[in-house]
């Protein structure tokens, strides 16, 4: 059995702000090896659970996170920015599980602590008029692969968002929001505890559990943050303006829309250095 596991930062047990996750923030240090101890949990749990082989992605920010030589030395990490599938860097139809850890709510969610989509420019988005937020997207993509995802870790609204979308998936809620920038946590000791079983159990989930399929063509609508991102984004080719800070694009696949909306973020970033509005 083969798994792969997308790791992010913001839905780790601990973390209230993202300036902790930030490789230049004083806390970095600490939260690294935190989250490398969640990870760490995971790939216990998971071995457990009948993994023979394991994938993962360091997937947030600078893909720079994970201290390697405190993981277990058979599982191979993806680090730095991969070229393809972002947070899903290293996917195939090869894998039997797909594992997400440290994740976070998607953006505007009440309580939801440092709720993002992706990156700080996306108000909102959408797959076939389904509002998905970073667990969805990775969600989707194993999904394309025929993967189906067992676990989620992070921040409770994360877990439940989720939850929404995989009934049957094992969530690990680490902390609760109680703010955007507040939060009531696990201590890191009884979060590694809780992923390690929950990690295991969903392993055992690996033969069974259904892969969260979105159909195909993709219809995939994009709401920035500002006007002047929407502006920018529709000029690419194909992709359509549908409202003041928003756009649309129709994906042969859910591989084809993740790289137009990958793009979209990296325009839309462009945009928002141009001034105020
Ligand atoms: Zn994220």
């Known amino acids: 059995m083969k798994a792969h596991f997308t790791v992010d930062m913001e839905g780790m047990a601990g973390i209230a702000h993202e300036n902790q996750a ?126 189906p995802v067992v676990f989620v870790s992070g921040d409770l609204h994360a877990v439940r968002q989720a939850e929404s979308l995989i009934p049957d998936i094992v969530g690990v809620p680490t902390k609760e929001g109680v703010g955007v920038y507040g939060i009531k946590s696990l201590m890191p000791k009884r979060a590694c505890e809780l992923i390690r079983k929950g990690a295991e159990e969903a392993m055992k989930k690996a033969g069974t559990a259904k892969p969260y399929v979105v159909e195909r063509p993709v219809k995939m609508e994009a709401m920035f943050t500002r006007t002047i991102m929407a502006q920018y984004a529709s000029q690419m080719p194909l992709v359509e303006r549908t409202g003041d800070k928003s756009v649309a694009y129709e994906a042969k696949d859910m591989v084809d829309a993740f790289s137009v909306f990958e793009a979209l973020t990296m325009i839309a970033h462009s945009a928002g250095e141009e001034g105020e509005l």
Request: glycine share 12%; hydrophobic share 40%; with cysteine.
């Open 22 to 147: 930030d490789v230049k923030g004083l806390d970095f240090p600490r939260m690294r090896e935190l989250l490398t101890n969640e990870v760490q949990a995971a790939i216990e749990g998971a071995k457990a659970g009948g993994a023979k082989e394991i994938v993962i992605c360091d997937a947030h920010d600078t893909g720079r996170n994970l201290i390697l030589e405190k993981l277990d030395e058979d599982v191979i990490v993806i680090e730095g920015s991969a070229y393809e599938q972002g947070m899903m860097a290293g996917i195939s139809d090869d894998f039997d599980a797909a594992f997400q850890i440290g994740y976070h709510s998607m953006r505007d969610t009440h309580a939801g602590t440092i709720g993002h989509t992706y990156t700080y420019t996306v108000a909102e988005l959408r797959l076939n008029g389904v509002k998905v937020g970073e667990t969805g997207l990775s969600a989707a993509i194993a999904g394309h692969y025929g993967v």
